[in-house]
Every structure is written in C-alpha cells, then in structure tokens.
C-alpha cells in the first residue's frame, strides 16, 4: 500500500522533474527510456486529483464596473504610436552611445501633455501599461493619471502596484459632492479622510474661494499642525486681500511652519498689513548715502530679532555659518513690497536702483533678497532690472545672484520676452551655463530661441571637442525645438572634415547626435499630425 501523502506525491514528481528520470526516478515509475512520459502522465493525472479534491468557498463579491470615460477616442493612429511610446525601455548598454534612435521614453511626457490638451480618453487596454510607467516614474504620474482617467483609480484598487494613483489623486479617486450640495460637502469636510478633504478644499477653493476658506474656519481650531498646514497651502489659488484677517490669524498659529506660511502669503499681498509692517523695516535698514561722489546705498541690519518681527515670520535661528544679522535682514527685504523701493530711494526706477553701488559688501544680500522678493511677488519689472541685459559681462545682471535666481526672475516674465532674453545670454555666453535657463522656457522654443541653441551646438561641433558635455542641451533641443525646424537642420547631419587639433572621431558623434536630433522632431511633428485625428475626406 503506497502511504505516501499527496503532498509528497507532488513534491517527488516536481523533483524528478527538475532532476530529470535518469538521476532520481518517482514512485510508480519504471525506469527507462519511457520515464519521462510516464512523469509527465502522473504530474497530469496528480494534477486533475488535486483540483477535483479543493472544497469550494464562497466566491468573491464582484467588483463594480469601471466608471465610464466620457471623452473622445484617442484616434487610432495616436493609439498605435502610445503603445509603441509605452513598449520602448531605456538601453542598457555601458558604451554611452545613444546612436541615432530617438528616445521614445524621453517623448512620452510631451505626448501625454499633448493628448490632455485635445482632450482625449487613454485606450482602456492601454491603461495598464500607463500606469506601470508612471510607477516607475514619477514626473510623469500627473499628467499619465489624468489621461488614463477614471479607469486608473478603479484599477489601482485592484492591484496594490498601483495604489501610488489613489494617493496621487485628490481624494483617492472618490467623488466629491457639487460645491452646491452644502450639506455633503459639510458631512465630506467634517467626517472625510484626509485626501478626500484637501481634494475638497481645492476644489472649492478654485470655484469659490471664499467659500473654500469660510470652510476652513469652521474647523482650523481643532486640526491637527501638519493638516493646517496643507490646508492653509490651498490658499495660494485665488489668493486675494479677503484672505488676509484669516491669514493675519494664523500669524499666531501654535505651529511655526503655518506661521511661515501664513507669513508667506502675506507678504505676496503688497497691500497687506504685514507688507507694511515689513515695509517699514526693511525701509529702516536701507538708506541712500549721498556724501559719497557717487550716491551709494548703505545698509544698517537689524541687532535683534523681536517677537513681533517673528510673529511677521521672520525665522530667529539663522543657519550654520550664516551671520544673524544678514539672515534677518534679507528675510525683510524679501517680505517688503517692492512697490516701496523707489520712494524710499530717491524716486529712483528699479533699474537705476539696483545699478547703484552698495557699501561694506552687502550687495549680494541685498540683490538676493530682490530676487526672492521679485519672484515672490511676480514683479516682471523689478524681475527685468534684476536680469540686466542678457549681454551683460560674467554671465548675469546687476542683481542675479546665480543661475538659479536667474532661472526663477525669468519665471516671472511672459513667454515671448523669456524666450528672447535667454536666446541673447546664449549668442553672448554659450551654452555652458544655460541649461537651467532653457529650463524655463515655454516648449515648443520660440524660433530665435530655438535658432540660438543649434548656432551655439554648431559652433561647438566646429571646435572639434567632443559632444558629450552638450549632451543636457542636445536632449532638450530633442524635445523643445520646435519640429518645423528639422529642415533647416538636414546640414548639419554630415561628418564634417575633421581639423588637426580636434578629438578624434568627434565629427562623427557630431554627425550622430544632430542625425538623431532631426529624426526626433520629425517624429514629434508626425505625433502631433497622429493627435490631430484622421483627415476627414
């Protein structure tokens, strides 16, 4: 009598079968050539006796339907081009050569960008694939999430691999009450889960932002700090001088962080009681002094940090290795409107106050805390002054500090003026400190822009270096340029006659890289014609 239990029976089979008949036979098997197949009969008989011996339970509540898209159809030749976007992986070889391929992964953001703007509804077969990319990636979550829609979050709920879609859609996917239904939007409010709420907040606020913050109120006093605290960011939609006696109370928040914050949003208010407080000491520390031969501003910091400039926001402990006095007195300029400046100054413009010279080596703090101020308070004007011209000697204006601060007062400026201004530091400076700045700017580049960074490339290829420290540029040249200018860039794609003193073989990388940056616009164009749909005849 065989007493082997079946689970052993099944263990045995599996282990001949990974060892093979001829080192370890099973039970009830006779050796030979006829072994195997007499395995394979048993694994299949085992099989069937194993399925027939399972107790049934009770079955599984099933799921309801996916909630139904109603946008339009991606057309078919859209659909075909994101699957293909979606099945590309990124090369794994060591050599550093990309070649002349496009990179398929590095134009699914713009794609996706592209496909939200026409509005359309991500193939349901497809929905899968966009969101195993975007696990992997988080810059393209936002815009992966809102094409794939609906079905994204009713499948994240299905496969814990996807659950980053509920946490990254408000309210995890769940439906918010109609700002009008008042009563369930107060029961969502006063009974939700925490991203149900903010999702709530954020969509009233952007509907009606008194509304949104007289629901606030209702319950701020019994929040948690970290919960005030994202509550209160929700405010800076729609920000407005109605804002301000909440946000003058939360000046004497428990929290430090929702003091700042609320200090923040203060300060990008000019007309707010706190810009004045800041106004006036920020005004108390910078005068003109006029006994120079040349008028020179002069700087007095703050000696103290005292409670009400602290209540204003104003952070005491300065951090390591930076004075106290500088540290407060450039979170008061930062805070001041610049609105102010010229009166206090002479009745000087922005740009004849920031070209003034600044005595004992304060105008870097000064200048710096103008930037923040700038940015802060989206003032292009000052923003202007602070750039200078993009010609301007050592890479920057009178007040920039860095390439970043640069980066940031550029923010501040319409996109067509953005543009010209990076195309003129470009033509003057290269590209060896632009890439930030490109950064920046609206896709696709403006032509002049655009016309610029190919100039700039072109004359690097000539210099005969190699390619590889433009290579940041060339991958935003890839995907910002704007496709119509793949013609003019046809003669660039030849191996160029090499010079004596240029790096070996460095033309033909040359000739490499500007091949692969045609072929990429190409492509481009021929994905926004695909987004387009179909021509109708």
Not at 66 to 88: G, H, T
Not at 93 to 106: H, Y
Not at 198 to 214: F, G, M, P, Q, W
Not at 228 to 242: N, V
Request: aromatic share 6%; net charge neutral.
């Amino acid at each position: 009598m065989n007493k082997t239990s079946a689970p052993d029976v099944w263990e045995e089979l599996v282990t001949s079968a990974l060892l093979g008949t001829a080192r370890r036979t099973p039970p009830g098997v006779v050796p030979g050539s006829d072994a195997p197949t007499a395995l394979l009969d048993a694994a299949a008989v085992e099989t069937v006796r194993r399925r027939a011996g399972l107790r049934p339970t009770r079955a599984a509540e099933r799921p309801q339907p996916a909630p139904q898209d109603s946008r339009p159809a991606l057309p078919a030749a859209a659909s075909r081009r994101l699957s293909m976007l979606l099945a590309d992986r990124p090369g794994t070889g060591s050599s550093g050569r990309r070649g002349t391929a496009p990179d398929l992964m590095e134009l699914l953001p713009q794609w996706l960008s592209a496909a939200n703007a026409h509005g359309y509804a991500a193939p349901p077969h497809l929905v899968p694939a966009l969101l195993d990319a975007a696990r992997g990636r988080t810059d393209l979550r936002p815009a992966a999430l809102a094409f794939a829609g609906p079905r994204a979050t009713w499948l994240a709920r299905l496969n814990p691999d996807w659950r980053f879609a509920l946490r990254a859609t408000p309210g995890g996917g769940t439906a918010l009450p109609p700002p009008q239904d008042t009563a369930a939007v107060r029961q969502l409010w006063e009974e939700g889960l925490f991203a149900e709420r903010v999702a709530l907040l954020a969509t009233i606020r952007a509907r009606e932002a008194a509304a949104a913050r007289e629901l606030l109120a209702t319950t701020w006093a019994t929040e948690r700090a970290e919960d005030r605290l994202m509550f209160l960011d929700s405010l800076r939609t729609g920000l407005s001088a109605d804002d301000e006696p909440f946000l003058e109370q939360a000046l004497a928040d428990r929290s430090r962080n929702v003091r700042a914050t609320a200090a923040e949003l203060l300060s990008a208010l000019p007309g707010s009681a706190l810009a004045a407080r800041m106004a006036v000491r920020a005004g108390a520390c910078v005068a003109v002094d006029r006994t120079h031969a040349t008028p020179t501003i002069v700087i007095e910091a703050p000696h103290e940090c005292d409670p009400g400039m602290e209540r204003d926001g104003v952070v005491a402990k300065a951090p390591s290795g930076r004075g106290e006095r500088s540290w407060w007195f450039g979170q008061l300029v930062e805070a001041a409107p610049l609105s102010g400046w010229p009166d206090r100054l002479g009745g000087r413009t922005p740009e004849e106050i920031v070209a003034l010279p600044v005595a004992d080596d304060w105008r870097d703090e000064l200048h710096a805390a103008w930037c923040r101020a700038a940015v802060r308070q989206r003032d292009a004007r000052w923003a202007r002054a602070l750039l200078g011209v993009p010609a301007a000697p050592e890479a920057g204006g009178p007040g920039a500090v860095s390439l970043a601060e640069r980066a940031k007062l550029l923010g501040t400026l319409g996109a067509e003026e953005r543009a010209e201004w990076v195309a003129g530091f470009i033509a003057t400076h290269g590209l060896s400190e632009a890439f930030q700045l490109l950064g920046v700017c609206t896709v696709p580049w403006a032509a002049p822009l655009g016309r610029a960074v190919v100039d700039a490339l072109n004359i690097a290829r000539d210099a005969g270096s190699y390619p590889w420290s433009f290579s940041g540029v060339m991958g935003l040249a890839e995907r910002c340029l704007d496709p119509g200018e793949a013609g003019r860039l046809e003669g660039l794609m030849a191996v160029p006659d090499e010079r004596e003193d240029a790096s070996p073989g460095a033309g033909g990388y040359w000739a490499e890289a500007f091949q692969r940056l045609v072929t990429t616009l190409r492509l481009r164009g021929a994905m926004a014609e695909e987004l387009k749909g179909e021509p109708k005849g």
